[in-house]
T-cell receptor, first 115, second 114 residues
Framework: DTGVSQDPRHKITKRGQNVTFRCDPI?????LYWYRQTLGQGPEFLTY????????KSRLLSDRFSAERPKGSFSTLEIQRTEQGDSAMYLC?????????????FGPGTRLTVT | GNSVTQMEGPVTLSEEAFLTINCTYT??????LFWYVQYPGEGLQLLLK?????DKGSNKGFEATYRKETTSFHLEKGSVQVSDSAVYFC?????????????FGTGTRLQVFP
């Protein structure tokens, strides 16, 4: 399978715990995006990387959230001290390079439930 | 700011019926416009796109035309199938900021019955 993969697919955690999600983009895609989707809403942009550089972060991304993309390959999204409001589907997408001619390919998402 | 508004669902149709899902946008300049589809249990997939005014995107029998004058990008299909049941998202990518990030509408669930 050469698509975008995400791990885990589901995560249940207790409030206050830390969680980390992983995204493996399509090989050679230099752009990687994180989105969050809550129930009944469309995905909302969180942050993106070009290679290993994190170039923009949404105001939705509080200080408890951190994302990395070491060596410009896979990416991780960590949430510290989780809150119930963090419960959502976290989506990762990648694209080959900048420009509207290039499609963003989405992974299946990680569903987070904070109890 | 940039935003997308799409009709609320669910939209319930019988097989072979005509489908329209309305989408309007607010953006400065000339955004690129997209329709994504999410089948049950699967990730978002690009259905079609248009990058400039009057362009028509088409795929799998679905069509949408970029209308600058009405800031719309309505999705249409002449004859839906049960297999088209999914959630459809309209999205835009704003020009000029270089991020290519997508701004989505809230999604419209389509249910097609035999």
């Amino acid at each position: 399978d050469t698509g975008v993969s995400q791990d885990p697919r589901h995560k249940i955690t207790k409030r206050g715990q830390n969680v980390t999600f992983r995204c493996d983009p399509i090989s050679e895609h230099n752009r990687l995006y994180w989105y969050r989707q809550t129930l009944g809403q469309g995905p909302e942009f969180l942050t993106y990387f070009q290679n290993e550089a994190q170039l923009e972060k949404s105001r939705l991304l509080s200080d408890r959230f951190s994302a990395e993309r070491p060596k410009g390959s896979f990416s991780t999204l960590e949430i510290q001290r989780t809150e119930q409001g963090d419960s959502a589907m976290y989506l990762c997408a990648s694209k080959l390079r900048q420009g509207s001619s290039y499609e963003q390919y989405f992974g299946p998402g990680t569903r987070l439930t904070v109890t | 700011g940039n935003s997308v508004t799409q009709m609320e669902g669910p939209v319930t149709l019988s097989e072979e019926a005509f489908l329209t899902i309305n989408c309007t946008y607010t953006a400065t300049g000339y955004p690129s416009l997209f329709w994504y589809v999410q089948y049950p249990g699967e990730g978002l997939q690009l259905l079609l796109k248009a990058t400039k005014a009057d362009d028509k995107g088409s795929n799998k029998g679905f069509e949408a035309t970029y209308r600058k004058e009405t800031t719309s990008f309505h999705l249409e299909k002449g004859s839906v199938q049960v297999s088209d049941s999914a959630v459809y998202f309209c999205a835009l990518s704003a020009p000029g900021d270089g991020t290519d990030k997508l701004i989505f509408g809230t999604g419209t669930r389509l249910q097609v019955f035999p």
